[in-house]
Nanobody, 126 residues
Framework: QVQLVESGGGLVQAGGSLRLSCATS????????MAWFRQAPGKERDFVAA????????VYADSVKERFSISRDNAKNTLYLQMNSLKPEDTAAYYC???????????????????WGQGTQVTVSP
């Protein structure tokens, strides 16, 4: 069992930056894939970025590529999402997710992830 706790959300002006953190408890195995999703009011939960815990391979949604960066600190068992050049359309609740089963291709569907955090709100003002 893995528990995920997000932090770092807040209110920022367009063009600004935020760094989200996801603290994990429980044993993170090398098979794990970690991801960030986001959900705006009245919309579906969308994939943002993912990273292999072992190896560090990353994938990004096209909408955040070149602006967001996902990373992890193995020693601290913490996942990060650095968000730069934020836009009002980035406003959403951001969720950390973990998948423990190994898979050849990094999944982008929320159905493929086993554990979820409670979310942290990011609001970007014009």
């Amino acid at each position: 069992q893995v528990q995920l706790v997000e932090s770092g959300g807040g209110l920022v002006q367009a063009g600004g930056s935020l760094r989200l953190s996801c603290a994990t408890s429980g044993r993170i195995l090398n098979t794990y894939t970690m991801a960030w999703f986001r959900q705006a009011p009245g919309k579906e939960r969308d994939f943002v970025a993912a990273i292999r815990w072992f190896g560090g391979n990353t994938v990004y949604a096209d909408s955040v590529k070149e602006r967001f960066s996902i990373s992890r600190d193995n020693a601290k068992n913490t996942l990060y999402l650095q968000m730069n050049s934020l836009k009002p359309e980035d406003t959403a609740a951001y969720y950390c997710a973990a998948r423990w089963r190994s898979i050849a291709t990094v999944p982008r569907s929320s159905n493929e992830y086993d554990y979820w955090g409670q979310g942290t709100q990011v609001t970007v003002s014009p």
